[in-house]
């Protein structure tokens, strides 16, 4: 599950809390955003890798 972060930590909790126990966690990561994921976000494309 992908959850956005505008909210930080709280908003995290609350997910987390919202899932209740009945619902374990395996694995979190928290990812920051960089410039591919913008690209994508703000064209819809991903960027291509330039071979040299």
């Known amino acids: 599950m992908r959850v956005p972060n505008e909210?930080?930590?709280t908003s995290l909790r609350d997910i987390l809390t919202r899932l209740g126990d009945d619902?374990?966690?395996v694995d979190l990561s928290i990812h920051?955003?960089?410039l591919d994921d913008v690209l994508?976000?703000?064209t819809g494309h991903a960027s291509?890798?330039?071979t040299l």
């Open 7 to 9: 909210g930080g930590l």
């Open 23 to 25: 619902v374990a966690v």
């Open 32 to 34: 920051t955003p960089d």
């Open 40 to 42: 994508l976000a703000m």
């Open 48 to 50: 291509k890798e330039l």
